[in-house]
């Protein structure tokens, strides 16, 4: 059921929906006016065009953050039902134990009836009636062979009524199990709907403005971005010589975990993926690259900072994890020189950026 109910889930997203939302300008959108998002032709004043620009930039910033606490909720529901099919085979090999190792008793007292039966001459049906879950009730079965038992001289019957209420357990347990999986599947296609929906809505506005103001918008992202490295390579430069007593050093793996990640540059971004070559998110990348590393890390950006060891974010260095966002809903891999390999958001690839030290929550150090 829950194999069912992950393979529904991980098959709900289309291949077309997939290649539109790695598209940064595309085509055959509905001929929603720009207007409609706020994106009015341009009145001559470069200063009413920056304007427009920086009111767009700032409205698909705010999209794409809903659309990663979207994306990370959906993760977390996956890497719940994963688990949950671990334990639900888990508990389903546990109740295959119990049922043979009961079957092995009831057969022991089984031959014990029909000998104690046919050295009284009344074996006729004993061997069907004690065969058959069907013919007597489990009570009335273990009360007839804890009678044959203790008449023939096996003693207590403990282990016998031990191993009925382990089974009997067991199989709640297993129930239990079936109904969270199913919440979490349901939970899962839920989030993912709606950060699809949403995911639309940012490509879409995003199509607009580069057929409103292409030029401009690129340039004011690539000045962004020229400001952001300068500033998270000066403050980068602060943390040189910081020494702290009680933090273990960098793990020797941490070499490896960023030739991973940086094999992956260009590589597509995608809701919930660990899928190398094909597509990541935030999260699936980090755990791949320290994976491929021989490390083992948790599978999203809140279980990774919740289990991973915490360091001062002056103590950083390559190798380490970078999380953002209020709930947690980003991670990254520092390079070193305020820079950070990731899968940053829908519509864009696996990239080099720099870090914006003010939005970092905490580093993490795996080991």
Known sequence: MIRDAIGRIRRSTPLAVAILLTTSVAVGYSSTPASAFGIHPATGSSSDEQQRVNQIIAELDRLGVQIELLGEDYALAVNDMEDIAVEIKNTE??????EAELGEMQRQLKQLALKSFTNSGLSSGISSILGSTSTLSDIVRKRYLTGVALNTGVGS??????????????RVTLEKQKKKAESAAVFAASQLDRAESLAATYEQRQAQAEAELGAALRTERQRRESA???????????????KYANVAPASSKAGAAIRAALSQLGVRYRFGSKSPGVSFDCSGLTSWAW????????????????????IPTAAIQPGDLIFSGYPIHHVGMYLGNGQLVHAPRTGDVVKVSAVYWSRVV???RPR
Do not use: C, H, M, W
């Open 291 to 310: 994976g491929v590393a021989g490390v083992g890390i948790p599978r999203t950006s809140r279980t990774q900072y919740a289990g991973l060891n915490r």
């Open 228 to 242: 952001a490295l300068e500033s998270a390579q000066k403050e980068a430069a602060k943390f040189k010589g910081a």
């Open 157 to 170: 019957t403990d282990a016998l009524q031990g191993v009925i209420d382990d089974l009997a357990k067991e």
């Open 93 to 98: 090999k546990r109740i295959a134990l119990k």
């Open 362 to 364: 905490g580093v993490a």
